[in-house]
């Protein structure tokens, strides 16, 4: 089976860098992607790590261990239309089988 | 170009009645997913779609819950004798195929179907 854990909520302040952390035991694991689903509105994707290591893009950044089951999404000069759900997703062996976590909800503060 | 669509956007039922929820995704992408996102919680896969393959259904919650995928891209979900546990948001995403090796594809998905089952 999956299990994921990410933490229910986070606040941060307008410019700050915040991480959010996921956890995740898989039977089988071809790679991981992280979501954002603004209140309302359908998930998006915002990167896919297979190997270990950070990958960045832009204020957005992902790092994977697959040894320590274990991935952070790393954002960066946070802007208030960064206040969404962030979703972790495993992806088993089967290579299309995505889980989501139940998504850590971002409150940007001024 | 064109993103992923689904209708209704919103579909208030009865408890008992039958829904279809349709999903039209990117043309080109051969693989379909259906999940469904309670309230506070996160995305529960129900069933894929790849080409011509036979649909992995192991995600479908109960034999009221049946998809299917018309020349390999509109799809209709439809969930029989409606419950008011089946509320929830029913989302649609689609994708290129899976290579299978170290690489996937991103989802990309619809705006989703709210049901509501009084």
């Known amino acids: 089976g999956q299990n994921i854990d990410q933490p229910t909520e986070m606040t941060a302040t307008e410019g700050a860098i915040v991480q959010i952390n996921c956890t995740y035991q898989?039977?089988?694991?071809?790679?991981l992607f992280w979501y954002q689903q603004h209140a309302g509105e359908a998930p998006t994707f915002l990167s896919y790590?297979?190997?270990?290591g950070l990958e960045e893009k832009g204020r957005f950044s992902s790092f994977l261990s697959r040894s320590k089951g274990y991935s952070y999404l790393l954002l960066k000069e946070l802007q208030m239309k960064d206040s969404a759900s962030y979703l972790c997703?495993?992806?088993?062996?089967?290579?299309?089988?995505?889980?989501f976590g139940k998504g850590t909800k971002l409150s940007v503060i001024p | 170009g064109a993103g992923v669509s689904q209708s209704p956007s919103n579909k208030v039922t009865e408890k008992g009645k039958d829904v279809e929820l349709r999903c039209d995704p990117i043309?080109?992408?051969?693989?379909l997913y259906w999940y469904r996102q309670s309230l506070g919680q996160g995305l529960e896969f129900l069933i894929y779609?790849?080409?011509?393959?036979?649909?992995?259904k192991s995600g479908l919650p109960s034999d009221r819950f049946s998809a299917e995928r018309t020349g390999g891209s509109v799809s209709t979900l439809t969930i029989q004798r409606t419950q008011q546990e089946d509320s929830a948001v029913y989302l649609c995403?689609?994708?290129?195929?899976?290579?299978?090796?170290?690489?996937?594809?991103?989802?990309?998905f619809g705006p989703g179907t709210r049901l509501t089952v009084t």
């Open positions: 779609f790849q080409g011509n393959s036979a649909p992995d």
């Open positions: 898989t039977s089988g694991f071809n790679g």
């Open positions: 995403a689609s994708s290129l195929p899976a290579s299978g090796g170290v690489s996937s594809y991103e989802q990309y």
């Open positions: 790590n297979v190997l270990d």
């Open positions: 997703a495993p992806e088993g062996a089967g290579s299309y089988q995505l889980t």
């Open positions: 043309s080109g992408h051969t693989a």
